[in-house]
């Protein structure tokens, strides 16, 4: 039996001894695996080839201001946060001021925003796949 | 790199790591908006767990948030894909000293790109989590949550089909 699905494994180094030893012999006898071997290691090199995709320096800037962002953004929620809950106190009466100011939650309600945002309109999901 | 018994800074993931995720979300979508938008919200999303992070597979702990990342904003989404742009492949062309070299360097790159978006997604993550990113079986099989011989069958096929998709 050919052990196509293990041929990958055997290019990468990634099978126990004695899978690699199995493999390794068919290799030498089977002349359809070793055209198999031949065609995923031209794949392989290929991606291995693909240069520095482009813009990664201005994604990896984006994320250190966008850390910086969060955090100014949270100091003026926690101000507009400080005022409303004056306001409602004021309002409302007792109470509503008591209620636990959650940091974390006001800054994952910014995350959804700035994910929901940018309007990714060409990502290529699992909706393809088999 | 991080060891198996040392936490992290954010800091540190996003300098260590942030090319990385970048690479991983660029190949999958093919374009630098959608790496962009990803790496911004991988590293979010890192900051958040590493209060509840403990010292193990940081390889396996940083990927599995990385792809939840990508599969949330693809189904967000819920959009069919559309061919990508180029992008800056093609930015820095006058400079080289052979500009017909560099050409079919850059349009065998996008071919290859184009093949890599043609694959059935779960072939082109294996694919990219091994060739692009590096991991090791065992560390695929733990970021996508599936049997080491799962992720050897998809990464083999997944090159197979490449490969017959750039002959």
Sequence with gaps: MHPRELISAHLDGELDPVAEARVAAHLESC???????????????SIRSL?????????????????????RWAVAVTAAAATAALAGAVALGPGVADAPFDLDALVEQHTARVVLDPGISTLRGPMGGP | MSGDDTIPTWEEVA??????????????????????????EVLIRVRRGLRSYRPGSFEGWLWRITRNAFLDE????GR???????????GH????????????????????????????????????LCDVVGLTYDEIAESVGIPIGTVRSRIHRGRRLLKELLD
């Design chain 1, 31 to 45: 002349p359809a695996c070793a055209a198999e071997l031949e065609d995923v290691a031209a794949a392989r090199q």
């Design chain 2, 93 to 128: 062309m006058g400079s080289s000293p052979d500009p017909d070299a560099e050409l079919s360097r850059t349009r065998l790159g996008e071919e290859v790109q184009a093949a890599l978006l043609d694959l059935p997604y779960e072939f082109r993550e294996a694919v990219v």
């Design chain 1, 51 to 71: 240069p520095e995709p482009p813009g990664a320096a201005g994604a990896l800037a984006g994320a250190r201001r966008g850390s910086r962002g969060v955090r």
């Design chain 2, 15 to 40: 300098r260590d790591h942030g090319r990385r995720i970048y690479a991983f979300a660029y190949r999958l979508t093919g374009n630098a908006h959608d790496a962009n938008d990803l790496v911004q």
């Design chain 2, 74 to 77: 693809v189904r967000r989404r």
């Design chain 2, 80 to 90: 069919r894909p559309t061919v990508p742009l180029p992008e800056g492949d093609l």
